[in-house]
């Protein structure tokens, strides 16, 4: 069975920064794709940032492209989502995700609450 598990969640003003972590049960973790999604209130979900199972490449949406960083620490079978010079915009609950290198996430955490205030 696998399971995710975000924290690093929480409040802060805008300009500031915050370190969400995703802590994944299973053997197969460093073999899998892991992405961050989130979704703010009234609109549906979208992407974040996405990392390949060896680190080796990562991708972001363009609204966190230079402020996000995506890593991973396969060692510890955890996800990291390091977000500088929020915005209040970047409010949303934020989830991560594993895709089994099948181009589809089949796996979701429950998410964790990001409030920026202005």
């Known amino acids: 069975q696998v399971q995710l598990v975000e924290s690093g969640g929480g409040l802060v003003q805008a300009g500031g920064s915050l370190r969400l972590s995703c802590a994944a049960s299973g053997r197969s973790f460093s073999t899998w794709h892991m992405g961050w999604f989130r979704q703010a209130p009234g609109k549906e979900r979208e992407f974040v940032a996405r990392?390949?199972?060896?680190?080796?490449?990562?991708y972001y949406a363009d609204s966190v492209k230079d402020r996000f960083t995506v890593s991973r620490d396969n060692a510890k079978n955890t996800v990291y989502l390091q977000m500088n010079s929020l915005k209040p915009e970047d409010t949303a609950v934020y989830y991560c995700?594993?895709?089994?290198?099948?181009?589809?996430?089949?796996?979701w955490g429950r998410g964790t609450q990001v409030t920026v205030s202005s």
């Open positions: 990392i390949r199972w060896n680190g080796g490449t990562t």
């Open positions: 995700a594993a895709d089994p290198v099948t181009d589809h996430y089949v796996y």
